[in-house]
């Protein structure tokens, strides 16, 4: 199949080492200097030289904000047949903009990024095919993520942005809150240290989408629910009570143990 990928970024680079060797594949990017380190695929640097590639299948895997007119820019060139995709962690308007498009397409989440996961190593992680799209585009990237041992989930639109409200927005905005009180120690602990690291990594992400997955309509009450636990836990701080911080500690080792 001739696939292109939109995007030498890690996600992008990622996709291209994983497809290069049984597909031939075609790196779009802008930014010749980024195209340094992409091996066994044809490289771009402009959406007209797309047209004599005539890709099967793109892969869009720039950044987030970017989506959208990145399709846009690119479309005029595909063939009509040829199956768009998107590897995005936030899917606002996307479904909107798939259905008219005119073209077939896919939608996935893997459940990973360069910043935590190892890469040559994903037995552990997760993705998520958006179950409005082509069946057969479907197909291939359920191929592909059990190929690199993914455990995959099959979501809408909907239930994903539900999912991602639930799975980025509350540790995002528990990161957020540390990084705000956070101050120079001379002798940081273990737990520090290690918060320090995820919130080193959380706040490397792009701003727009870190934004995006704040915005999500969903994300508003599950940032309720943060607070709401606050409200419970400094009352029992207040009163020194050893009885109810008892409970609340067996209620949240409960939670974890039940992940």
Known sequence: MRILIMGAGKMGSFFTDLLSFDHEVGVLEKNPKRL???????????????????????????????TIPAFEEVLPFLPKECLI???????????????????????????????????????????????????MGRCFFR?????????????????????????LSIPFVSTFVFAALMKHQDAPGTTFK??????????????????????????HDQVVQIRM???ELLDIIDRRDEKDMKAYLEKIRKHVREM
Request: proline content about 4%; overall charge negative; glycine content about 4%.
């Open 229 to 231: 636990e606050l409200k």
């Open 85 to 135: 995709s998107d590897i995005s962690s936030v899917k606002t308007h996307l479904k909107e903009y798939y259905e008219q498009c005119g073209h077939p397409y896919v939608s996935t989440h893997p459940m990973f990024g360069p910043t935590f996961a190892n890469l040559n190593q994903l037995s552990e992680e997760n993705a998520i095919i958006i179950s409005e799209g082509d069946y």
């Open 36 to 66: 340094r380190f992409t091996y066994n695929c044809q490289r771009f640097t402009s959406v007209e030289e797309v047209k004599d590639f005539r890709p099967q299948l793109v892969i869009n895997a720039v950044t987030v904000k970017y």
């Open 194 to 219: 290690r918060h320090k690291q995820i919130a080193q990594g959380v706040l490397s992400e792009d701003d727009y989408l870190l934004q995006e997955i704040l915005f999500n309509p969903y994300t």
């Open 143 to 167: 191929d592909l993520y059990q190929r690199i041992g993914l455990h995959i989930y099959e979501y809408t639109f909907d239930e994903h942005d539900r999912t991602v409200a639930y799975s």
